[in-house]
């Protein structure tokens, strides 16, 4: 059965950087689109970033220039780099995967906070 796990959440200050880590097992990976969404207390549940499985990528508007995503096939996992991270930032992290967006496959999610 296909597991997807993320990591490297934390709590950080306003302008610091985390790298989260998606880690998929139990399918091939290589054929799979990821992308990274979050969901702040309250409001509903955003599309962050996402990378198709040729390596393509998108991102949402308020985070072009400030995060990151990729994905290393060899090791089945994507990682979202996130520099200059704010306070809006703040969210549980989770990371999708599967043949189409949406995929199937969700992650537990992993807990970012930005604050000083």
């Known amino acids: 059965q296909v597991q997807v796990v993320e990591s490297g959440g934390g709590l950080v200050q306003p302008g610091g950087s985390l790298r989260l880590s998606c880690a998929v097992s139990?399918?091939?990976?290589?054929?799979?689109?990821v992308t990274w969404y979050r969901q702040a207390p309250g409001k509903e549940r955003e599309l962050v970033a996402g990378?198709?499985?040729?390596?393509?990528?998108t991102y949402a508007e308020s985070v072009k220039g400030r995060f990151t995503i990729s994905r290393d096939n060899a090791k089945n996992t994507s990682y979202l780099q996130m520099n200059g991270l704010k306070p809006e930032d703040t969210a549980v992290y989770y990371c999708n995967t599967g043949y189409f967006a949406p995929g199937r496959f969700w992650g537990q999610g992993t807990q970012v906070t930005v604050s000083s």
């Open positions: 990378t198709s499985k040729d390596g393509a990528t």
């Open positions: 139990g399918t091939i990976f290589s054929m799979y689109q």
